[in-house]
């Protein structure tokens, strides 16, 4: 339901389901992440980079670390001292680039991911070891102010 690190990677094996003799057009990630910092502090960035298949699509700076009132989803044995929740985010990887909540972040496109026939489709979240700021925390089903986890919708066309 939740996951945090101050510094390393995370990385998710999404099944591909994309039909023989079709190509990706779009894959799109929704997710509700913050930085991670000791304790909270609204004001702590994080720059996190975002790979697909191997590829780096792009970074975004998290503003900070959210802790200023209790997550909507969260449990009651969760410490109020905990950072709460996150900001439900949108990574889209099309033919024009990457985009986070439609602000491009990046030049590589869906027709340049290395993506194979059958094989499963890897998303990698990323942050380096900082002085000050850095870290992620993604949130997932019964956490945070959506409670929801990872969503992952891919767009496919004919070849």
């Known amino acids: 339901g939740v996951l945090w690190l101050m510094a390393g990677q995370v990385t998710y094996r999404i099944p591909n389901y994309i039909p023989k ?3 990706l057009k779009a894959v799109l990630i929704t997710q509700e992440i913050s930085s991670e910092a000791p304790g909270v502090c609204g004001d702590w960035p994080s720059r996190i980079d975002f790979s697909l298949c191997g ?7 998290s503003p900070g670390d959210y802790g200023d009132r209790r997550g909507l989803h969260n449990p009651p044995w969760w410490s109020d001292g905990l950072n709460q929740y996150g900001l439900r985010k949108t990574l889209r990887v099309d033919a024009r680039g990457a985009y986070m909540d439609g602000e ?3 030049g590589v496109t869906a027709a340049q991911l290395p993506l194979r026939p059958g094989e499963p489709l890897t998303y990698r979240l990323s942050v380096e070891s900082a002085q000050q700021g850095g870290g992620l925390t993604l949130f997932g089903k019964g956490f945070g102010n959506y409670g929801e986890n990872i969503a ?4 496919y066309a004919d070849a």
């Not at 590829?55 to 700076?61: E, I, L």
């Not at 992952?152 to 767009?155: A, H, K, N």
């Open 104 to 106: 491009r972040i990046g």
């Open 21 to 23: 003799g079709k190509r």
């Open 55 to 61: 590829a780096g699509v792009g970074s975004w700076v």
């Open 152 to 155: 992952v919708r891919v767009e």
